[in-house]
């Protein structure tokens, strides 16, 4: 005779910021991307704006689980999204 108990997986989503202006992502598409791979997406200041910050013009980057990433393209930052 074997017990079976109703088991819950809690599916753990990465959480994702980015800057609408400043992040360099068109929005649409970052949008589409955090939806097919089950993604909680936000949009809001970072605080990383390129006049203060110029060393980030033409870099890509946002929040992921509250970290800072900065990458050279937007494919190498979906890929940390996954």
Do not use: W
């Not at 819950?8 to 649409?28: A, E, G, T």
């Not at 991307?33 to 949009?43: E, G, P, R, S, V």
């Amino acid at each position: 005779m074997y017990l079976v108990t109703n088991i819950s997986y809690k599916i753990i989503m990465k959480k994702v910021k980015v800057c609408k202006h400043c992040s360099n992502f068109d929005v649409k598409e970052i949008k589409y991307y955090a939806k097919d791979i089950n993604c909680k997406l936000k949009f809001g200041c970072l605080g990383k704006c390129r006049g203060k910050c110029p060393e980030l013009s033409g870099q890509y980057f946002g929040t992921i689980d509250g970290e800072l990433l900065i990458c050279s393209s937007k494919e190498e930052f979906f890929r940390q999204m996954k």
